[in-house]
């Protein structure tokens, strides 16, 4: 037998053994792989806003939409960062939690400029 079979079993065992609930490793497979669909989803319409917001803004030439465009770039940003942290490193990044945070923080600091700003 192999270590990862043995431990795989082990790990059903703790896991079956501390809730009523069984462990079928293939659900949290698809789980893993229904999220990082669903966060690929997020980038991509993120990017169709951006791309949106670049169009409104040729078209107006107000500066509030260029603030809006930047945090749906953020947004897209965020959300291609974290397909990428999660597909190459197995663990949790150290910084990931504190980068996540400062870009969303970013994001709402710039939708807020984008309402509060007059346009000159």
């Known amino acids: 037998m192999s270590d990862i079979f043995v431990l795989n ?4 065992i703790m896991i079956s053994s501390q809730s009523n609930v069984p462990y079928y ?3 949290i497979e698809f789980i893993g792989i229904v999220e990082n669909f669903e966060t690929l989803l997020i980038g991509i319409f993120s990017i169709i806003l951006l791309l949106l917001s670049i169009s409104s803004y040729k078209k ?3 500066q509030n939409i260029l ?11 965020d959300m291609f960062l ?3 942290i999660e ?8 910084l990931q939690d504190l980068l996540h945070t400062s870009i969303i923080l970013a994001i709402l600091g710039l939708f807020f400029m984008s309402i509060v700003k007059r346009n000159r």
Not at 87 to 94: A, E, M, Q
């Open 60 to 62: 107006t030439r107000l």
């Open 82 to 84: 974290e397909l990428i």
């Open 67 to 77: 603030y809006a465009a930047a945090a749906f770039a953020l947004f897209a940003f």
């Open 9 to 12: 079993f082990f790990m059903m």
């Open 25 to 27: 490793p293939l659900q």
């Open 87 to 94: 597909r190459y490193y197995s663990i949790t990044y150290p």
